[in-house]
């Protein structure tokens, strides 16, 4: 069974600087994909980025980035100029066929 | 274009009756999953359907939980008798054919009093 493990249940960031939220998986799939959602207060699941394995460069969407290490099954990201509004639970998912696999999120707060 | 759509926003269940949750996908998409998140936990796949079929319902609890996407009409997630511990919050997604993107609605918020 696919597993999904973000070892920081809660991260903290100044305003403008950069953070990086850590997420491994296990799978023994070889075509799959890997995504980050944020949950803001609102409860509503916003796709932040997406990753397919079979492509080696990075996913980058705008001040978020995810460094890809399909070796080592890691999958974390970046948020750079972190701003008020990036606070929120961050989850990482995994995919191969249909069902997502979620881990148990990493809560971000941005400090003024 | 409309995102995924998903009402009641807040249900509020007595012990015993009946919880209906609608879901209507975004406009062209064909495939619908149902998620649960239990309070401080992570989201979990209960039922991927596509229209008039059930494609996988492994994460469904075996008794009174079902769903349904009908040919017309939105998916319905249907939970008998519900009991405090179905208290959570239930979202649902949408993909189209042959992508392997989810995008969710904003979720049912299901309290069992």
């Known amino acids: 069974a696919q597993t999904v493990t973000q070892s920081q249940p809660e991260m903290s960031v100044q305003e403008a600087e950069t953070v990086t939220l850590s997420c491994t998986y296990d799978?023994?799939?070889?075509?799959?994909?890997l995504f980050w959602y944020k949950q803001p207060p609102s409860r509503q699941m916003i796709l932040v980025i997406r990753?397919?394995?079979?492509?080696?460069q990075n996913a980058t969407e705008n001040r978020f980035s995810v460094n890809f290490q399909k070796a080592a099954k890691s999958f974390s990201l970046k948020i750079s100029d972190s701003q008020l509004g990036d606070a929120a639970m961050y989850f990482c998912?995994?995919?191969?066929?249909?069902?997502?696999?979620f881990g148990e999120g990493t809560q971000l707060t941005v400090n003024p | 274009n409309a995102g995924v759509m998903q009402n009641p926003r807040h249900l509020v269940r007595r012990r015993g009756q009946e919880a209906r949750l609608r879901c209507s996908p975004m406009?062209?998409?064909?495939?619908v999953y149902w998620y649960r998140q239990l309070p401080e936990e992570g989201l979990k796949f209960m039922v991927y359907l596509q229209k008039e079929n059930i494609i996988d319902e492994s994460g469904m609890p075996k008794e009174r939980f079902s769903a349904e996407f009908p040919k017309e009409g939105p998916s319905i997630l249907r939970i008998q008798q519900v009991v405090r511990g179905d208290s959570a919050a239930y979202f649902c997604?949408?993909?189209?054919?042959?992508?392997?993107?989810?995008?969710f609605g904003a979720g049912t918020r299901l309290s069992v009093l």
């Open positions: 997604a949408s993909s189209p054919q042959g992508r392997n993107i989810q995008y």
């Open positions: 406009k062209g998409h064909s495939h």
């Open positions: 799978t023994s799939e070889s075509d799959y994909y």
């Open positions: 990753q397919e394995a079979y492509k080696q």
């Open positions: 998912a995994y995919v191969s066929g249909s069902r997502l696999t």
